[in-house]
């Protein structure tokens, strides 16, 4: 019997272990190949001039700053390395369920650290230089230390989510919302009662805890006392996150509500199902706490003017922990009903692939509206279908064989499309702007033009890095992109009697009126939704292939005419030449 339990513990470590690895995987593949967007390259930027001892503004990020310039500092700057400490806390999100396997069930605990790893909303911020899943991943493992009686861990924890930025304020406000109406509603009554008496030396471990949290404030948050001004980036987070309550909202409201449905079905519709059985039939304590604490954190992001879709982070931890306590309840195995599950979940499978085949037609820009009317009567037709075939098989068979095929089949169908966001990550940066949980603008053409760059830094002086480059546009992106250059620099404006061999102005901008002859070439720099509204008009073809309207804000490289090769050019006249870029006939357009 032991040794049962024991093979039992080990293989659920093993699965552990497996969506630890996979959530590894999916957030560090091709992690630097997309250019950093001017949100991350203002927090990168910060880092780089603490690695190299220049004196900086530090941001409200001290955490992020602190140990990403440490990074720097050693391996050198780069994409990867820009984001990797996301990355990394954003993959530990995993473990957070086995700390709590014993109170949401051992099943739903593995099904909830998988959701945890492909979700599209963490894996996105995980994937994001400066992101609020720092604040969220550090807190929450802080939570999950002291549950499991080690104060030290959790103090160091928590002190480094407090360094993480004002995000940590939006959660901890979240769970001080939750917390203050599971206690006007009763909801842990029940759970107090069956609780064992505290421990007598709980005020030692909390001494322990404050203790810790206080040197990795200190050490951490200074660099070992390094960088002094880390403290006061600490204490700039208040005034940061409620100067966010007076500005006016540039995010949609509709994004945010968009986002959820969009990007995470499967737990949405299973968490929503979890809140009513909750509420309606099993009064379970830990599922009304875990709904107080979505609703407070889901209502709380879309309140705040200075809202992300981001935001929404703190709303994703209870809704898949919800979703996996309702997902779990359908996962036993019945030998004798199980071929009727397995049978009532196929059908499902094609249902809904014959769903998918008809309504994705209705993504196609133009669609004959007879054509549209008719495909929606038959994607109402089939859901028909699947609902009488349910109940037919309930009342034939087995009511909870054909439950639990019901449920099987929709998992294995919409974990397609929760997967199919992290794909787009993976395989390239091309429609980044009409991803919700990414900040706008969208990073462009930044290593085409570095390309460029480096070719004619060749072509001058024989070093890919030797040419002397002047730019005029004051980006984070564009100064973190040529950081690297020891001959770049920014001006205001060029002198007329000056004519550096390289010269980055806005497309904007009149052509250089210096003595010398320039060629340009246009790169698309920035990369803004442009939907006219707060959702896409064509929803469907925005949520299938995420294909909508963008508008670009372009940048021009001008380089001296003299440095390329005799002849090269049939014209001395300064011209710009367009690229290869889709996005260039419109930031061409005035």
């Known amino acids: ?76 700057s780069s994409e990867t390395l820009a984001r990797l400490l996301p990355a990394l806390v954003g993959s530990m999100l995993v473990w957070l369920p086995y700390s709590f396997r014993t109170k949401i069930g051992r099943t739903a605990g593995i099904v909830l650290a998988f959701g945890l790893a492909f979700d599209p909303g963490l894996v996105s911020l995980s994937r994001l230089a400066g992101s609020p899943i720092l604040a969220m991943g550090f807190g929450l493992m802080s939570i999950s230390a002291w549950v499991a009686a080690k104060p030290i861990p959790a103090g160091i924890l928590g002190a480094l989510a407090l360094l993480s930025g004002p995000a940590a304020l939006t959660g901890l406000l979240g769970l001080f919302f939750a917390w203050t109406l ?33 040197g990795t404030l200190l050490l951490a948050g200074t660099f070992f006392l390094r960088i ?27 994004h945010l509500l968009l986002a959820l449905p969009a990007y995470q079905p499967i737990a949405l519709i299973f968490a929503l199902i979890a809140i009513i059985r909750a509420w309606l039939q099993t009064q379970n ?74 309504i994705a037609p209705l993504g196609r820009e133009y669609i004959d509206p007879q054509e549209h009317e008719d495909r929606l009567l038959i994607a109402l037709g089939v859901i028909g279908i699947g609902v009488i075939s349910t109940l037919l098989i309930g009342l034939g068979w087995v009511a909870d064989a054909a439950s639990r095929g019901l449920v099987w089949g929709l998992c294995i169908f919409l974990a397609v499309f929760t997967f199919a966001p992290n794909w787009r990550l993976i395989t390239g940066p091309q429609k980044y702007a009409n991803e919700l949980w990414f900040p706008i603008p969208a990073a462009g053409q930044s290593s085409l033009m570095l390309n460029t760059l480096a070719d004619i830094s060749e072509l001058e002086n024989g070093t890919k890095t030797g040419i002397e480059v002047v730019y005029l546009v004051d980006l984070a992106s564009m ?112």
């Open 285 to 358: 304590t830990y599922s009304r706490i875990l709904s107080l604490w979505f609703f407070t954190a889901l209502g709380l992001a879309l309140a705040y003017p200075a809202r992300q879709v981001g935001d929404l982070v703190w709303a994703l931890i209870p809704m898949w922990a919800l979703a996996a306590m309702e997902i779990g309840r359908h996962l036993s195995w019945d030998s004798s009903d199980g071929m009727v599950a397995w049978g009532q979940a196929g059908l499902v499978l094609v249902l809904l692939t014959f769903l998918y085949l008809d």
């Open 479 to 590: 100064h973190w992109a040529l950081r690297l250059l020891p001959q770049a620099k920014f001006n205001i404006q060029i002198s007329p009697t000056d004519s550096p061999p390289a010269i980055i102005n806005y497309i904007q901008t009149s052509n250089p009126n210096l003595p010398a002859e320039y060629r340009g070439q246009a790169f698309t720099w920035r990369i803004f939704p442009a939907w006219g509204a707060a959702l896409p008009e064509n929803i469907i073809r925005w949520w299938l292939f995420r294909e909508a309207p963008t508008a670009s804000e372009g940048v021009v490289l001008w380089v001296r005419a003299d440095i390329f090769p005799e002849n090269i050019f049939s014209s001395t006249e300064t011209e710009i030449t367009p690229n290869d870029d889709p996005y260039f006939d419109d930031i061409m357009e005035p």
């Open 228 to 254: 002094p001004q880390g403290m006061s980036a600490l204490l700039s987070t208040i005034p940061d996150y409620f100067a966010g309550w007076s500005v006016i909202p540039e995010i949609p409201f509709g």
């Open 182 to 214: 599971v206690r006007f509603l009763s909801v842990d009554e029940a759970q107090k009662t069956s609780q064992q008496p505290a421990a007598p030396d709980r005020t030692q471990v909390q001494r322990l805890s404050i203790y810790a949290g206080i």
């Open 1 to 76: 019997m032991m040794a049962d339990k024991k093979r039992q513990l080990n293989f659920e470590q093993v699965l552990y272990l497996v969506a630890f690895a996979l959530a590894l995987g999916i957030r560090f593949i091709n992690l630097g190949a997309s250019p950093l967007s001017e949100f991350e390259a203002g927090w990168a930027m910060q880092a780089f001039n603490l690695s190299q001892g220049e004196a900086t503004a530090i941001g409200s990020q001290p955490a992020y700053l602190v140990l990403t310039s440490f990074l720097f500092s050693i391996f050198g």
